[in-house]
């Protein structure tokens, strides 16, 4: 591993300006910057996911095991996006989404309404990620449409969103609350 970090501040970036990974400075407004920055954001957020621990937001091991491997891999996708040219996200990285989307998806019921975010503190914590990867994902579109961004890097994040739905629908069962459909009759508060 290259350098460590022995003094988290440097001062460079108080021109409103910050280092990319491979060495070259941009705007902290940058599309780039607001790409891996979302995605460093959604990335925190599944560790709040992760950090339930009350009995009624207990995490399946199966679904807290993939949540940590997908943090490993949105640290690489934050890497990819932070260093032009770099590619840390695969194609199969794409497809194994589809598999435990497909894995987790098969055992809930069809859907016949939409779903709010809630169900209990872990399901709702995943319903929060996922709106940040949709953010994230948005970003690196609009980082794509002035710079080079590989698909997958788009494609994973679209993936994921979708995972992180699912898996909230199963954190909302696991933790005994059961989704809260959204009720279309229901007008006023």
Known sequence: MGNRLSKIYTRTGDDGSTGL???SRTGKDSARVAAYGTVDEANSCIGLVLACAAPDSAIPD???DLLVA???QMFDLGGELCIPGHA???GEDVERLEVHLDRFNEDLPPLKDFILPGGGEAAARCHVARTVVRRAEREAVALARVEDVRPEAIRYLNRLSDLLFVLARVLARAGGHGEVLWDHERRKA
Request: aromatic share 0%; glycine share 16%.
């Open 62 to 64: 199966e679904v807290r």
């Open 88 to 90: 840390a996200i695969s």
């Open 21 to 23: 990974g491979d060495g």
């Open 70 to 72: 997908v943090q490993h």
